[in-house]
C-alpha cells in the first residue's frame, strides 16, 4: 500500500508538470530526487513504528513475556522499516522510470509478487546456487519470515547481517539509477 502512495505521489508530479515547475522554481534536480527518497524514508520509518505499536501492544496484551523477549522481538521492528524501504525504493524507481501510475503500479505489484520469485527459481535451476534470495525484495523478505509461508522457504538465506549488508548495496544501486533517471529527464 505504501508502494502504490509513493507511485501516486511521484506520477502525479509528472502528469501535472509540478517537477518541472520545482525545478524551474529552483530546485535542483539533486533536490527533487533527494525530497522522494526522503518521503520513502518517511514511510518506512512510519511503517516500523506502526509495527513498534503494535509489538508492544500484543506484548501487553498477551502473556507479556520477559523484557528481553520484548527487546528481541523489537529488532523485527527494524527489519520490517528496512523491508517497506526496498519496497519503497523499487517502487520509487519504476515511478520515475515510466511516469504513468497505472503502468507503475501493475509492474510494482507483478515484480513484487511473481517477476523475483521466478527470476529466482531460473537462476537457481541454470546454476544450481540459491542466488535468488540475493535479489533485492528477497533478501529483505526474508529478515521477516511470514510464519503461514515458512513452508514454502528452501532454508538458503543468509544471516541477517549479511542480509542488511546485501540489501544496503541494493538501496544504493536503486539510489544511483534513480539520481541517473532524473538526469536524463526531460523536463517537457
Given at each position: 500500500?505504501?508502494?502504490?502512495?509513493?507511485?501516486?505521489?511521484?506520477?502525479?508530479?509528472?502528469?501535472?508538470?509540478?517537477?518541472?515547475?520545482?525545478?524551474?522554481?529552483?530546485?535542483?534536480?539533486?533536490?527533487?530526487?533527494?525530497?522522494?527518497?526522503?518521503?520513502?524514508?518517511i514511510?518506512?520509518?512510519?511503517a516500523?513504528l506502526?509495527?513498534?505499536?503494535?509489538?508492544?501492544?500484543f506484548?501487553v496484551?498477551?502473556?507479556?513475556?520477559?523484557?528481553?523477549?520484548?527487546?528481541a522481538s523489537?529488532?523485527?521492528?527494524?527489519?520490517?522499516?528496512?523491508?517497506?524501504?526496498?519496497?519503497?525504493?523499487?517502487?520509487?524507481?519504476?515511478?520515475?522510470?515510466?511516469?504513468?501510475?497505472?503502468v507503475?503500479?501493475?509492474?510494482?505489484?507483478?515484480?513484487?509478487?511473481?517477476?523475483?520469485?521466478l527470476?529466482?527459481?531460473?537462476?537457481?535451476?541454470m546454476?544450481g546456487?540459491?542466488?535468488?534470495?540475493?535479489?533485492?525484495?528477497?533478501?529483505?523478505?526474508?529478515?521477516c519470515?511470514?510464519?503461514?509461508?515458512?513452508?514454502?522457504?528452501?532454508?538458503?538465506?543468509?544471516?541477517?547481517?549479511?542480509?542488511?549488508?546485501?540489501?544496503?548495496?541494493?538501496?544504493?544501486?536503486?539510489y544511483?539509477?534513480?539520481?541517473?533517471?532524473?538526469?536524463?529527464?526531460?523536463?517537457?
Open positions: 500500500v505504501l508502494g502504490i502512495i509513493l507511485i501516486t505521489q511521484v506520477s502525479n508530479e509528472f502528469s501535472y508538470r509540478t517537477h518541472r515547475q520545482n525545478i524551474i522554481d529552483g530546485l535542483d534536480r539533486a533536490q527533487f530526487i533527494n525530497a522522494k527518497w526522503y518521503n520513502a524514508i514511510l518506512s520509518l512510519f516500523g506502526i509495527h513498534i505499536i503494535f509489538t508492544l501492544l506484548a496484551m498477551g502473556d507479556g513475556g520477559t523484557f528481553s523477549d520484548i527487546v523489537l529488532k523485527y521492528s527494524f527489519y520490517f522499516a528496512l523491508d517497506a524501504f526496498m519496497w519503497l525504493s523499487v517502487a520509487l524507481l519504476l515511478a520515475l522510470w515510466l511516469k504513468r501510475s497505472g507503475a503500479i501493475t509492474l510494482f505489484i507483478v515484480y513484487g509478487h511473481i517477476v523475483e520469485n527470476l529466482g527459481y531460473f537462476l537457481k535451476r546454476t546456487l540459491e542466488i535468488g534470495e540475493y535479489l533485492p525484495l528477497s533478501i529483505v523478505d526474508g529478515l519470515p511470514n510464519i503461514f509461508l515458512s513452508f514454502l522457504s528452501s532454508g538458503g538465506r543468509p544471516s541477517c547481517p549479511i542480509a542488511v549488508a546485501i540489501a544496503c548495496v541494493h538501496l544504493i544501486a536503486f544511483l539509477l534513480s539520481v541517473r533517471v532524473i538526469k536524463r529527464i526531460d523536463l517537457k
